[in-house]
Nanobody, 116 residues
Framework: QVQLVESGGGLVQAGGSLRLSCAASGSIFSRVVMDWYRQAPGKQRNLVAS???????TYTASVKGRFTISRDNAKNTVYLQMDRLKPEDTAVYYC??????????WGEGTLVTVSS
């Protein structure tokens, strides 16, 4: 069983920065892709960034150049550094791990609110 716990969300002014963390329990962390998703009020959940086991990263276009995903396999933790935040970045941010044995695991999310 894998459990994911996000932290680091909060209220920030536009142009500011936050760093999200997602700590994983279980033994699969170093063997799976880690993703950050976000869900704005009334909208669907969308992929923000991914990082493979070898450290390759991808980003959705709207965050390229502003967000950085990284992972520390020794700490079973994935991070999302978010800089130059915009009001449209306001959302609940979720981390996802997997697939492990065909299963994706989700955290419960952390709320990021960017004020204008």
């Amino acid at each position: 069983q894998v459990q994911l716990v996000e932290s680091g969300g909060g209220l920030v002014q536009a142009g500011g920065s936050l760093r999200l963390s997602c700590a994983a329990s279980g033994s699969i962390f170093s063997r799976v892709v880690m993703d950050w998703y976000r869900q704005a009020p009334g909208k669907q959940r969308n992929l923000v960034a991914s990082i493979t086991t070898s450290g390759s990263t991808t980003y959705t276009a709207s965050v390229k150049g502003r967000f950085t995903i990284s992972r520390d396999n020794a700490k079973n933790t994935v991070y999302l550094q978010m800089d130059r935040l915009k009001p449209e970045d306001t959302a609940v941010y979720y981390c996802r791990a997997g697939p492990g044995s065909g299963i994706y695991y989700w955290g419960e999310g952390t709320l990021v609110t960017v004020s204008s």
